[in-house]
């Protein structure tokens, strides 16, 4: 069950890490802006995730369940971080 859990935190983290990667005309206009839009977004879909798995599907160890998701957030939020600056580093230098 955990192992589904994180795969579809996985997959909703690699989202956002495809858009800023292949579109970075985003991140350009309003990098905080926009930064912080999808980190939250990102945040209240995981949060969500959290929920249906916890309470819906009668988990008696949550907390695996809460550590484990944010770990896994965590990560790829530092990828996509890591994927912005290599964007915003490479217009700073074609400009």
């Known amino acids: 069950m955990i192992y589904i859990f994180n795969f579809s935190i996985a997959i909703i ?8 990667y292949f579109y970075p005309q985003l991140i350009f206009n ?12 990102k945040l209240f879909f995981i949060s969500m995730f959290i929920y249906f798995f916890i309470f819906n599907l009668s988990i008696s160890n949550y907390k695996i369940f809460i550590i484990s998701g944010y770990i896994n957030f965590t990560i790829f939020h530092l990828i996509e971080g890591f994927v912005n600056q290599k964007n915003l580093f490479n217009n700073e230098n074609n400009n």
Not at 13 to 20: A, E, H, L, R, Y
Not at 30 to 41: A, E, G, Q, S, Y
């Open 13 to 20: 983290s690699i989202i956002s890490i495809f858009i800023t």
């Open 30 to 41: 309003n990098h905080f802006k926009n930064h912080t839009v999808i980190f939250l977004l």
